[in-house]
């Protein structure tokens, strides 16, 4: 099956997993860690992306980045090729370092984000590693110290404008583990079925579709739902059934509720009886180039 592409917009959130090819322990040593963290703050400087928070294991790191004008893609491509030559420098080996493909999962950052952050910070406790939550090599400390690497004043502020207050709700709510959120943040790791599937599927958030849909035909979904009765609001209803088939794995039921209108249309649109026109042609064009890899 063909990889969905990624798409991208600027200021989308994604958390990123990258994995030891073979599940090797490629960042076990203190060294290797902090050389990981020095290239991603190097590329983080090159490209103006946030990092709201990271882990570093020992054969697998997470990251939750959120994108400027540059593309996911350009980033960890950057990050894992200089870590990868300095790896086999250092250890006379060649070849692939990393799992030939990170994977990366776009959330919701109104929804999601201190969900995801406090999952990444986690991390370590599900791992029972002696620190626990004080693990050396997350982010988890510069929230309550001193940020070197991560943007944590956003977050921070979503608890507090006081600084102290803010680091005391954050403590308390980074404490709480709860992963009841983990499926629907397409986050869960390889060991269900349902993390399977998303990553083989590659499953996308729909607010950016909607988000470069809006862009592209300049209407707002809200304007295009109900009983409307025009062929310009029937053929960007058209639009976005198209593309929602293209680029994620929403149902047909689920697109009939999104535009309030009835399943027979999106099934029907959806298995391609309708008819084309220059405007679906076009947009479609221009909605391609707006999902970038």
């Given at each position: 099956?063909?990889?969905?592409?990624?798409?991208?917009?600027?200021?989308?959130?994604?958390?990123v997993?990258?994995?030891?090819?073979?599940?090797?322990?490629?960042?076990?040593?203190g060294?290797?860690?902090?050389?990981?963290?020095?290239?991603?703050?190097?590329?983080k400087?090159?490209?103006r992306?946030?990092?709201?928070?990271?882990?570093?294991?020992?054969n697998?790191?997470h990251?939750?980045?959120?994108?400027?004008?540059?593309?996911?893609?350009?980033?960890?491509?950057g990050?894992?090729?200089?870590?990868?030559?300095?790896?086999n420098?250092?250890?006379?080996?060649?070849?692939?370092?990393?799992?030939?493909?990170?994977?990366?999962?776009?959330?919701?950052?109104?929804?999601?984000?201190?969900?995801?952050?406090?999952?990444?910070?986690?991390?370590?406790?599900?791992?029972?590693?002696k620190?626990?939550?004080n693990?050396?090599w997350?982010?988890?400390?510069?929230?309550?110290?001193?940020?070197?690497?991560?943007?944590?004043h956003?977050?921070?502020?979503?608890?507090?404008d006081?600084k102290?207050?803010?680091?005391?709700?954050?403590?308390?709510?980074?404490g709480?583990?709860?992963?009841?959120?983990?499926?629907?943040m397409?986050?869960e790791?390889?060991?269900?079925?349902?993390a399977?599937?998303?990553?083989?599927?590659?499953?996308?958030?729909?607010?950016a579709?909607?988000?470069?849909?809006?862009?592209?035909?300049?209407?707002k979904?809200?304007?295009?739902?109900?009983?409307?009765?025009s062929?310009?609001v029937?053929?960007?209803?058209?639009?976005?059934?198209?593309?929602?088939?293209?680029?994620?794995?929403?149902?047909?039921?689920e697109?009939?509720?999104?535009?309030?209108?009835?399943?027979?249309?999106?099934?029907?649109?959806?298995?391609?009886?309708?008819?084309?026109?220059?405007?679906?042609?076009?947009?479609?064009?221009?909605?391609?180039?707006?999902?970038?890899?």
């Amino acid at each position: 099956m063909s990889r969905k592409p990624r798409i991208h917009y600027e200021g989308a959130l994604y958390h990123v997993i990258v994995r030891g090819n073979n599940r090797a322990y490629i960042l076990k040593s203190g060294e290797n860690k902090e050389e990981y963290k020095k290239i991603v703050s190097k590329y983080k400087k090159r490209y103006r992306f946030k990092l709201y928070a990271y882990c570093i294991m020992d054969n697998n790191a997470h990251l939750l980045i959120e994108v400027d004008d540059i593309p996911l893609s350009k980033i960890m491509q950057g990050i894992q090729q200089v870590f990868t030559q300095h790896y086999n420098r250092n250890n006379r080996t060649t070849g692939h370092v990393f799992e030939q493909r990170y994977k990366s999962y776009l959330c919701d950052r109104d929804d999601y984000l201190l969900q995801l952050i406090r999952y990444i910070h986690q991390n370590p406790v599900r791992s029972k590693l002696k620190n626990g939550i004080n693990y050396q090599w997350s982010s988890h400390n510069e929230y309550i110290v001193n940020p070197v690497l991560a943007d944590v004043h956003f977050p921070l502020s979503t608890f507090s404008d006081k600084k102290n207050k803010a680091i005391k709700g954050y403590l308390t709510f980074v404490g709480e583990l709860e992963l009841k959120d983990i499926q629907s943040m397409a986050i869960e790791e390889e060991t269900t079925e349902i993390a399977k599937n998303i990553e083989e599927r590659h499953k996308i958030a729909k607010e950016a579709l909607i988000r470069i849909i809006e862009k592209v035909t300049e209407i707002k979904i809200d304007e295009i739902k109900g009983n409307i009765k025009s062929k310009r609001v029937s053929d960007i209803r058209k639009l976005y059934i198209i593309n929602f088939k293209k680029y994620t794995d929403v149902l047909n039921k689920e697109m009939a509720d999104l535009l309030e209108i009835g399943s027979s249309t999106t099934t029907n649109v959806s298995n391609g009886r309708y008819k084309e026109n220059d405007f679906i042609i076009k947009s479609s064009i221009e909605i391609d180039k707006n999902v970038k890899l």
